[in-house]
């Protein structure tokens, strides 16, 4: 299966952007092919509706890779209660066409215990863009944000929170295969 991982950070050395580096390698040792697009490395123009922007080789890029994609992770920092800017402007670029129909796991990383506010705004967004939410979520904050800092091992992450990801992605790849192929797993 064919997944889009959108890394909706604008910091060089993001903790959310690190959680889906290592959540990418996990898909590709499940035998599936995951493509990470990181808002920081491939910044998007502000979104206008006035404005065509197909011009712009990061935008047709995102949205060659999403209409091939079979489910799409988005990861996002969480900002004052919500997602971050560049990931709700990337998705403002977006709609339907790219989402409809397609498992949607959404991920966050926040300074406290948990990214609850910055989830709930990535699903309410994707139900909007017609795609699946997947009924699990991710979000590591506090310590469990330490494992994911810059100059750290990812083969050496803390066992509670691993076995977190592990469950989630499972579960996430399960509801992907379902839809996919209408097969229950």
Do not use: C
Request: proline share 4%; no cysteine; charged share 20%.
């Amino acid at each position: 299966m064919k997944i889009v991982i959108i890394a909706g950070s604008n910091r060089k050395s993001s903790t959310s952007t690190r959680l889906v580096e290592y959540i990418e390698r996990l898909i590709e040792q499940k035998g599936h092919s995951p493509a990470l697009f990181d808002l920081y490395r491939n910044p998007l123009p502000f979104y206008s509706p006035d404005e065509s922007e197909d011009g712009h080789s990061g935008l047709s890029e995102l949205k060659r890779l999403l209409l091939k994609a079979d489910a799409v992770i988005l990861a996002s920092p969480e900002y004052h209660g919500g997602m971050s800017g560049v990931l709700k402007n990337a998705l403002d670029h977006l709609g339907q066409t790219y989402f409809g129909g397609k498992p949607v796991l959404s991920v966050s990383s926040a300074g406290g215990a948990v990214g609850v506010s910055s989830l709930m705004q990535l699903q309410s967004t994707v139900r909007n863009l017609h795609g699946i939410n997947a009924p699990e979520w991710l979000s590591i904050g506090g310590a469990q944000r330490e494992w994911f800092e810059t100059g750290r091992n990812l083969n050496e992450i803390g066992q509670e929170i691993d076995d977190r990801i592990h469950r989630v992605l499972d579960s996430f790849l399960a509801l992907t295969l379902l839809v996919a192929t209408g097969t229950v797993v």
